[in-house]
């Protein structure tokens, strides 16, 4: 069996035997037991499986465990902290109710935190820029907008 | 039979760390899965829908499932209100074979009309019997008494109705009840009461079946052949079973599976067992690839059969001197459910387990029961949400996978989750159709005759008993035949035009198409309005009336006639700036449920034929609304999906097999090109309540070709939408 591997995942030190090449999704899911992020594609085309990595959000489909052990992950239950209370751009898809299905929440989530991380006050556009990646099928794309426009002017 | 946290884990299976267990989000229902609930299934029966439960609160049972469309609101909401009843107090369980009703498909914008109205029933008249036995026990006259909070309040008593019926059930038999608090008082009913699993979603919660760990679980992958018809002539099983991880191998005829410990192992020796085995796909039909898909349906065998014939069309329309005649087309589509399909089957004790996001748990029961040579009491089928499937995708395909590699690895629970090529690859695809329509317009410029002859394959091979419905039965060894075309219905649904027409011939034309096809939202509704609103343009342009006006003019009853004018006024103030246009459409889903008015604004690029829908509005008229926030959710929904269809869908394939494999063979509209949407809904209490999921489909598309049309004059007949022919020339 090969060494284990140490992640940083939302603030706590995980070690996994997993093989060095397992895509990080696998990890969070069945290891982690974390339910935010979702097997979409596993291509990198759909966004459903996006985790923070170092606040950048991207897909875990395909991202090597092995390529992480310098890296802080975060996921949607990250987001929420100590007490229970959400993140605004959780709250704010709440608010909105920015979903059908749900199944691409986890990305849109995650995707709308690292814009405004970046960008306090996002247009239109560029939630729109920043969420090309995100597929969603049932056609919550408005509410998406209007949540992430109400999260920026709650934080 | 009490219904204790510890049934409940079991129930669910492994929960993890923060796992609500007062959820609503598919889960919180039913009994052990070994030892089926004593519950009466008989719909006549006021316990089969609602059921007291000891800590006070009640639970409703709902024979649908939640598929994103928010079932479980509106029926808590419809409960709450006739049971006068806080909605903290009431939870809802979802389709389950021996635990909830059968109330077979979730399917057809039915949910609301069918089972939320049974329900609604089910608990007026449990007010008015728990008011008869309090007031029998106490010697209190009802008119003292008052039901409130799933309690009874007399003069100066008050007892929860667990108490009052001492642990037994409301086990009458239901009648129609007269009036329905939800109609008059609307405390809950009618009011955009938030879903409470959005909540579970952003808090990372299980609410997907994709969520479901059970201890000592499974992984299983499927080795899918190349084509329909391929049949395994070779495989290295020696080589195979030297693959790390691999716990199991199970080969039944063409089927190929793997099971592993771990996800990701799973997945790798899936891939590797493809380099060692060998497909044998010359026989059989090989797909159409690279004719023209509208002319190779049209000549294929058809069975014909004609539908509506009112008065002369055929004298009309060749005595008309003013006549509109064209041709339309739409390939074929896939569900694309985001989530690819997933189930968990487990074969305990004899008994089969199995954990689906089917569209119905006891349809499904049924066919794998024969499917696996199996007596129906044998298999249990627990609805659990999955991503949304807008109709028959691979949900049941592969529910029926799981259960046979489950049933040749005993004591495991067995979790199968599709790879995206698997999903696009295998799921029963909405059926490529065509239309072609005539009409004749009189002197002054009414319409006077409708021709319309719809080619189509069949819109509905859900399970039905027939293994031949399921997957596996393409590749197990006994032959069970092809499913055939099924329900022929959806073919014309929606091919009488909603207004007034003198002279009216429809005729059907069915074929059996070279792809999998079954029940994609709306069925053949999409093509049939979007021809007939094309048309409708085109007959307002020959007659020389503005489109809206012309649609109101032969509006058949006054709620077509509010839907536009009301979109009207909401388009008001509109402006187009160049190479922009507005369309409009209209209709009414099935000539019989929701009406829907659409106006959409486009724009096109004419160096690169590319349209961009900017917004789109919608008025709708569901009859009776129950919940305002998601009737207006899933029509935006419908119309952003539908703008989708129309300029960005078709599934590709080569003479082998499908191509659209992924979301770069088959896109999708993504965020930068989504349209902003407004929707307004006219509520009509003194109606009964119609399904809307599927009402915004065909008028949404049929709204963009006009606006294209008004932008560049060019008619779009064919579906996706081709930039080619919007290229200035």
Redesign the interface.
Known sequence: MANPIKLQINGKEYETT??PD??LL?VL??EL????P??????Q??G?CMVLRDGEAIPSCRLPISALTRSKIR???GL?DEDGN?HSV??A??DE??????????GM?MAAVALLEKNQKPSDED???K?????????????V?KAIKKAALNS | MKNTRRDFLKQIG?V???FSLVGPFGFAAGGEYGQPLQRTLDKNKVDAWLQLLEDGRIRIYTGKIE????ITIAVKQMAAEELDTDLSLIEVAIAETGVTPNEGFTAGSQSIESSAMAIRNAAAFAREAVLQIASEKWSIPTTQLKLKNAKIFGPDKEVSLYQLLEGRQIEKTIHEVQQYRGKSIRKYVGRPI??E???A????????V??L?FKNMLHARVVHPPSYRSTLVYFDSSEIKKLPGLIKLIRKGNFLGVLAA???EA?RIMEQVKGFVRWDSSRGDQLPAGKDLEEYIKMLPVETETNENIGSPETVLQQSTSKVKASFFKPYLMH?????SCAIALFEEGKLHVWSHCQGAYPLRGTLAKLLGMPEESVHVKGV????C?GHNGANDVAAEAALMALEYPGRHIRL?W??DDENGWEPYGTAMAVELEAALDNSGTIAAWQCDVWSDGHSNRPNGNPNTLLPAYFLEEEYGHPGIGYRGGAYRNTVPYYKIPNITVRSHMFQGPLRASSLRSLGTYTNIFAIESLMDELAEKAQKNPLEFRLSHALDQRSVDCMQQLKTMVKGVSKERDEGLGFAFSRYKNSASYCAMAALISVNTDSGKVRVKKMWAVVDSGETINP?GLK??T??????SA?WALKEEVKFDAEHITSL???SYP?L???D????QVEVIDRVDQPPVGAGEATQAPATAAIVNAIFDATGIRIRRLPVDPELLKAR
């Open positions: 997993a093989r397992t895509p696998y899911r069945n037991e974390l339910n935010g979702k097997f979409g594609c596993g291509l085309q759909c459903a996921t949607l239950e929420i959400l959780q709250q898809f709440i109710q920015a979903a059908q299905c749900g199944y691409c929440l986890n989530v939630i729109r820029e969420l090309t990646i995100n597929i969603c099928r049932c056609g919550v794309h408005s509410r907008i | 492994y993890s760390i923060g598929l994103g469309q928010g938030p879903r699993d959005i909540e979603m952003v808090r990372g919660r299980q609410v997907f994709q969520d760990r771990q996800e990701y997945i694309a459910a985001n989530g690819p949400p999955g991503a949304g807008f989750q790879m995206r926030d959710n899933q935006e929904g419908g119309m952003i999906q989708s992924d979301w770069n999708i993504r965020f930068p989504t349209p902003e949407v």
